[in-house]
């Protein structure tokens, strides 16, 4: 396979005809608007890799020949994905897309065939804003996973912050819990993560990555904590717009009940006098 070419048509039909034949699995990922994600796609290291990204009847990214192949990209992916070339050999052709919009939301299909063998996984992408809270408040970061994963052996939950390019692990539960955090908890059934007196250097990006020896699924939730005055300055502003939309509904009511008053004052001296 090495030295030829691969038209696209071929690649098509390698990755239907891997619908019946090799592994097939399924994960789901939440993504943040604006954000990176990565789309995992596990496969047996072997050679000859074709890696092919899809979403539906979108060509999303596609390696062969020892590298990327992207005549036939869509247009809206353009120059927003990459694959870990360093990693393709060991079994990784996990996929990251960069800046992401509300529009990546869906199923999204990956296919990897090597001499040995040929894999395919559906990932589910997920799109969600931001979480913001005020300081010295608490927080619950959920992560998502799977049913089947609850009873799973050698199961492990990692939280790790990412903020600035600096990453740090803040919990993790393989059986028991972990972590040097004294504001930190793992909730044990829901693996989601509580975070008390919240401070603004806990904003950043918060990932969560469950595991099995088969499994993975990633979830990233982006956490913005603001200043306490920034919140009162928000309470503040909002009764201020209240009160002058209320003053204001007053004033119309008011003169409204003036004028009908002095209308009808008006009215009835007119009649009077008309009588006279």
């Known amino acids: 396979m090495r030295g030829q070419k691969i038209p696209s048509l071929l690649l098509h039909l390698l990755s239907i005809c891997a619908t019946f034949w090799g592994s097939r699995e399924q994960e789901t990922v939440t993504g943040l608007f604006s954000?990176?994600?990565i789309l995992p796609c596990p496969f047996s290291p072997g050679n000859d890799e074709v890696i092919y990204w899809k979403k539906e009847n979108k060509n999303v990214h596609s390696y062969y020949e020892q590298k990327d192949q992207l005549e036939?990209?869509?247009?809206?992916?353009r120059n927003r994905t990459h694959l870990f070339h360093q990693n393709i050999g060991h079994g990784n052709a996990s996929l990251k897309l960069s800046n992401v919009a509300l529009t990546d939301e869906g199923l999204y299909h990956c296919y990897v065939g090597t001499e040995k063998a040929k894999t395919e996984v559906d990932v589910v992408l997920q799109v969600q804003d931001q979480l913001s809270k005020a300081e010295g408040s608490?927080?619950?970061?959920?992560?998502?996973?799977?049913n089947n994963t609850l009873h799973a052996e050698d199961l492990t939950v990692v939280w790790k912050l990412n903020k600035n390019a600096a990453i740090s692990v803040l919990a993790s539960f393989n059986g028991t819990f972990h972590t040097d955090q004294p504001r930190v908890q793992i909730n044990q059934k829901s693996f989601s993560l509580s975070i008390s007196d919240l401070n603004v250097d806990d904003s950043g990006d918060y990932v969560c990555?469950?595991?099995?020896?088969?499994?993975?699924r990633l979830s990233v939730t982006v956490l913005q904590v603001e200043h306490a005055g920034n919140t009162s300055a928000v309470i503040?502003?909002?009764i201020v717009i209240i009160t002058i939309i209320t003053v204001t509904a007053m004033i119309y009511y008011l003169r409204k009940k003036v004028c009908t008053i002095t209308s009808g004052f008006i009215f009835e001296n007119i009649k009077l006098k008309?009588?006279?």
């Open 236 to 238: 503040v502003t909002v």
């Open 72 to 77: 036939g990209q869509d247009p809206d992916y």
């Open 35 to 37: 954000k990176d994600v």
């Open 209 to 216: 990555n469950i595991s099995t020896p088969h499994y993975t």
């Open 274 to 276: 008309s009588r006279s």
């Open 138 to 146: 608490s927080t619950t970061i959920s992560c998502e996973y799977s």
